[in-house]
């Protein structure tokens, strides 16, 4: 195991002699391996662009580099990642992998997966037991990821992680708040985004965000247990449908309108928000528009462990719809239909029962009765 | 008689209209069953008012608030079937919001009704039909509501009238129907 120092008088990372044992050293010291160490601090090529599949142990973009690793080729990073400066950016392709085996630990520079041929390079979290943090201002952007470790995020910047492209959670990814005030989340958003295997689960004290197109297909497969997972529709004057699955009772399911005349429609089958549902609006229109919650068309069915909440104050001039349909409904908490008339007349909830059944079963602090 | 343990107990709350005083908006449902399992008690509270077709009530020994009116908002429960299972032994409550103000729930009954096994307390039933109970008692202010003494047993959770003391009509008793509905889940 030794040093490996990006001393490069060229792009080509597969050279000996662009790589020094000591920063700024004299080059020659040989081609990384898997257990060696890399380091860029600014003494090399401002190009590093290797095309052919590299390995390292610990991968460090320190504070001082400014060069640009373009890394269109496949790579296995056996230690930690930490980029704190430079330019750090996947591309090309068909089907490049980025295995991160280690810890990833983000305090400056760029990070940004890009786009090539084919299937965009893929980010695998493979370690067990591995934290992600992001703690700087800049996002991070990913095109496709697989956690097949477990993987705990979180950082001081909202967004921890940007996908473009699709999700596979094959493990465990944990989403943790950063702080009391900063409930760090992960951002699925793109033309082509959404989940492709999960298998594993989705958990922790943050949040994720799905910004949910009206062509997007929601799997019904893996375990969600994060504390929130908001759907963001995505599409105006769109209806979003949700197939049916299950949220765990730790999750809160947050639906968020964000244009005029958007429909949320779930699916034939039965719903388990085993948590509480929330819905949100974050527009202010300058006139009135519509939102619609619909589980009649295809006579869906919800069974809601918490409190199911129409925001209060989250709609300040729209006509909402609720349409039940003819489908059975289960509460297991409580139920607040209510609008803030604060605004004016032009806010309307309009609950839609059709010819079901709701089922108010509370649960909660309780009473045993065990015996006359 | 021992009750077993206890819990502090916590209101689950319900709102599931809005109405206002620039326009009132009651939603209408269809079918809505308050139900609790057998030898739980969890309370419940109704905070605005609503419409249903049909309103069952299948408990035990709970307590349901209902959210009584005020000044230029209706807080009728405006109800076509209504329909209370409980317990000849431990009885479900159901009764106005616990208030300073004197007023009265409104519950307003239209079409059928199956009282079986409840108390009532500062009910007002006036608006609506005059509401037949059995085997139930009432507090407080409640009127419009004719208590009937019959020997109703729970059989399982089948009720089952094995006498009759005073027969008023001929009405069956209820059966329960929402554990049938959860095992579809």
């Keep these: 195991m030794a040093n490996r120092y990006w001393v490069g008088a060229d792009q080509n990372w597969h050279l000996a002699s662009n790589w020094s044992l000591v920063s700024g050293g004299a080059g020659g010291a040989g081609v990384p391996t898997s257990a060696d160490d890399v380091f860029f601090d600014g ?3 401002v190009l590093c662009w290797p095309v052919a599949d590299i390995v390292c142990k610990d991968m460090s973009l320190l504070v001082a580099m400014t060069e640009m690793l373009l890394l269109d080729a496949s790579a296995i990073i056996n230690g930690d990642f930490l980029i704190e400066g430079g330019y750090f950016g996947p591309t090309g392709g068909p089907d490049h992998t980025i295995e991160f085996k ?7 520079g760029t990070f940004a997966v890009g786009t090539g041929t084919g299937k965009d390079p893929e980010c695998i979290f493979s370690g067990i037991g591995k934290t992600y943090n992001l703690n700087q201002v800049g996002a991070a952007s990913f095109q496709n990821v697989l956690v097949s470790g477990e993987l705990t995020l979180t950082g001081s910047r909202l967004s921890v992680m940007e996908i473009s ?4 959670i094959t493990g465990i990814m944990t989403i943790n708040r950063y702080n009391s005030l900063t ?4 951002t699925l958003n793109g033309p082509n985004a959404g989940f492709d295997v999960f298998t594993g689960e989705l958990k922790g004290s943050g949040r994720f965000v799905f910004r949910f197109r009206s062509t997007f297909v929601m799997v019904d497969t893996g375990t969600i247990s994060i504390k929130y997972f908001r759907y963001i529709l995505y599409t105006a004057s769109a209806v979003h449908n949700l197939l049916p699955r299950q949220y765990e009772s730790s999750c809160t399911v947050e639906v968020e309108y964000t244009q005029d005349a958007q429909v949320f429609r779930l ?5 388990y928000f085993l948590g509480p549902l929330t819905i949100h609006c ?12 619909d589980c009649d068309t295809y006579t869906a069915e919800m069974w809601i462990g918490g409190k199911f909440d129409i925001y209060k104050n989250a709609f300040p001039a729209h006509i909402f719809t609720l ?5 059975i409904h289960v509460f297991r908490n409580t139920v607040d239909f209510y609008f803030s008339y604060a605004s004016g007349v032009s806010t309307v909830l309009d609950v ?11 649960s909660g602090s309780r009473k045993v009765i065990t015996s006359p | 008689m021992s009750n077993g343990f206890s819990i502090i107990a916590f209101n689950v709350q319900y709102r599931l209209s809005r109405p206002h005083s620039s326009g009132v908006q009651v939603q209408r449902y269809n079918r809505i069953i308050l139900f609790n399992e057998n030898y739980v008690s969890i309370n419940t509270r109704f905070v605005e008012g609503f419409d249903a077709f049909e309103f069952i009530v299948e408990q035990y020994r709970s307590v349901s608030s209902f959210r009584k009116g005020n000044l230029g908002v209706s807080m009728d429960y405006d109800i076509d079937r209504f329909k209370v299972i409980g317990s000849e032994i431990y009885n479900p409550t159901i009764r106005s919001q616990l208030s300073i103000t004197p007023g009265n729930m409104y519950l307003k009954v239209n079409d059928e009704q199956d009282v079986f096994g409840s108390i009532f307390r500062d009910v007002d039933a006036s608006s609506g039909l005059e509401i037949d109970s059995y085997n139930s008692s009432f507090l407080g202010t409640t009127i419009n509501i004719n208590q009937h003494d019959r020997d109703v047993r729970s059989i399982g959770r089948q009720r089952n009238i094995l006498g009759a003391r005073q027969i008023i009509n001929s009405t069956p008793a209820p059966e329960p129907m929402t554990e049938q509905i959860k095992e579809t889940f």
């Design chain 1, 43 to 45: 003494n090399g090529n």
């Design chain 1, 102 to 108: 280690g810890n990833w630990l983000n305090t400056g």
């Design chain 1, 165 to 168: 492209q699709k999700l596979s």
């Design chain 1, 183 to 186: 409930t760090s989340r992960v």
């Design chain 1, 267 to 271: 699916e034939a089958g039965r719903h």
């Design chain 1, 282 to 293: 974050d527009v202010a229109p300058p006139s009135q528009e519509t939102a619609e919650f």
């Design chain 1, 323 to 327: 349409k039940l349909g003819d489908g």
């Design chain 1, 352 to 362: 839609q029962a059709g010819d079901g059944t709701i089922i108010l079963w509370p």
